[in-house]
């Protein structure tokens, strides 16, 4: 029972037995009809046999009878008819119960009735246009119903008298025999219905059987290859895909399933090029730092310009490796949430008054021109520290980018969604297209068309994205070749900011 294909499976033979009862059922409730159905078969089968028999009958009860008897002419030849079901080899004549002939309305003559139930006065058969039995040439049974008073109601049909021999005996008013039966029992209908249900039920039972097991395993099948590729996802084989079949839940539960494990072998394969870059990146410092330690220990400087050269240098690699790893640690805090920004509202104009003065002496030494330009008085809400250490990294690039004479911008303007854009320029070489998708990764470092190299490590731009992030705005980069770059990215004003973050 622990299988849900099991568990699917006996639902839908759950459901189905259900609606084959109700079927069944409904059935019983309409077997009414279907009693009447199979009686006025009967008695169409049987009223030519009967009529037949009455024309044969006739002329030998007229040429038997005594001048004292004193049953009807009539009634005697219907008795002799009835009192055939004892002895009559056709076994159709013992299931007459009365036998009886009407005049042109419909009414049974009292001289002309045979039956178990004495007949009551103005009995009357319901019957359509009985006067047209006078007059037809079809001898055909029509149906019809024969009421008898304080007896059952019995189903009939009823047919011409016109052209039997001896249909005098029922005197100059008869138009029509009538033979009358009850409706037929429960038993003979169940009789009649039960070996055709019960092949209907078996062929349904075997059809059930089989879509059921289709349907359940049309399920339960991608589930399974879903939980047999999580178990290998969790071995370590994150290329595991699964097929997108099955029903349209199944379909988006095995498409979400490829999406997360894509995810997490980006983010796999993202781990292992980290552990690669940093590795790489500490091993160049270190082994300075080992080598110039390893020279002035055994004594192979130690001269004091060597000695003193030594110790700048190891003094710059480790500073070097401090570096590193102080932006690794604020780059993992910004990104795990340890790192809470602060939220007071600025201007912009606070920080670019203080950028400006920052970099003048970096303008003179660069002989790079510097421009600051801010077309906004919205306040935004953020870390001040935090956004000028963003500006600051673009700056800082845009000014190792930037030749001699060149010209860097930083400006702001308002956007119509609530937002306000920073934009840091520089009119330089430009970044290779290949390299921009690539800015904000961790230890990517873009190509230096100016002396042909790759400086920095990597990290600047990816604090500065998750920075950016933590304010509720978004950071990109274009570059057009030999024309320059521009950083963007947006913050949100003070109220949006303040919403976003109640919402968070």
């Known amino acids: 029972m622990g299988s849900l294909q099991v568990r699917l499976f006996l639902t839908y033979l759950f459901i189905i037995a259900v609606t084959l ?27 030519p046999f009967v009529r037949t028999q009455v024309g044969i009958s006739a002329p030998d009860v007229i040429e038997s009878r005594e001048p004292d008897d004193t049953v009807p002419l009539g009634a005697d030849v219907l008795l002799n008819i ?20 009407i005049d042109s309305n419909g009414e049974v003559l009292p001289d ?35 009421d008898i008073p304080d007896g059952p109601a019995l189903l009939c049909v009823a047919m011409p008298l016109r052209g039997l021999d001896g249909e005098e005996a029922f005197g100059p008013d008869a138009v029509g025999l009538v033979v009358a039966t009850p409706a037929a029992g429960m038993g003979e209908v169940l009789g009649e219905l039960t ?59 095995a498409a979400n399933f490829n999406r997360m494990t894509g995810e997490v072998q980006n983010s796999q394969q993202t781990l292992r090029d980290f552990l690669a870059n940093i590795s790489h990146e500490l091993k160049t410092p270190l082994t300075s730092i080992r080598g110039f330690s390893d020279a002035l220990i055994d004594g192979t400087i130690d001269d004091p310009d060597g ?3 030594s110790a700048r240098i190891i003094n710059d690699e480790s500073g070097r490796v401090l570096r590193l790893v102080e932006e690794l640690l604020d780059l993992s805090r910004i990104e795990s949430g340890q790192i809470s920004m602060r939220r007071e509202t600025l201007h912009l104009d606070e920080i670019f008054e203080h950028l400006s003065a ?106 500065s994205r998750e920075i950016v992030r933590a304010h509720g705005g978004e950071i990109w980069a274009t570059s057009e070749p030999n024309r320059g770059t521009t950083f963007i990215f947006t913050l949100p004003i003070a109220d949006r900011a303040g919403d976003r973050a109640s919402v968070l």
Do not use: K
């Not at 178990?116 to 037809?136: F, M, R, S, Y």
């Not at 289709?214 to 879903?226: G, H, K, M, T, Y």
């Open 358 to 463: 920052l970099f003048s002496l970096r303008c003179e030494e660069a002989n790079v021109r510097f421009e600051v330009s801010n077309t906004t008085a919205t306040p935004i809400e953020g870390d001040f520290d935090r956004l000028e250490q963003v500006l600051n990294n673009l700056l800082d690039n845009a000014f190792r980018h930037t030749p001699e004479g060149g010209l860097v911008r930083l400006t702001a303007r308002d956007l119509h969604d609530g937002a306000v854009q920073v934009m840091v320029s520089d009119n330089g070489v430009g970044i290779p297209p290949e390299d921009l998708p690539h800015l904000f990764d961790r230890f990517y470092r873009a190509y230096n068309n100016r002396n042909g190299s790759r400086s920095g490590h990597g990290l600047g731009l990816a604090i």
């Open 195 to 253: 070996p055709r249900l019960l092949f209907a039920g078996l062929i349904g039972l075997a059809a059930a059987l089989i879509l059921g097991f289709l349907l359940s395993q049309s399920v339960a099948a991608p589930l399974r290859n879903i939980a047999r590729a999580a178990r290998n996802v969790g071995r370590g084989n994150y290329r595991q895909r699964v097929p997108v079949t099955g029903p349209r839940e199944v379909r988006e539960l």
């Open 21 to 47: 009862g109700l079927a069944m059922l409904s059935l019983f409730l309409m077997l009414g009809g279907y009693r009447d159905s199979i009686t006025y078969g009967n008695l169409e089968t049987l009223g």
């Open 82 to 101: 009835l009192g055939l079901r004892e002895d009559a080899e056709d076994e159709r004549l013992r299931t007459v119960t009365a036998l009886a002939v």
């Open 112 to 146: 002309a009735w045979a039956g178990p139930l004495p007949l009551g006065e103005a009995t009357t058969v319901d019957i359509t246009a009985p006067g047209d039995l006078a007059t037809t040439s079809d001898i055909s049974p029509r149906r019809c119903e024969l």
């Open 307 to 309: 000695i003193r050269q």
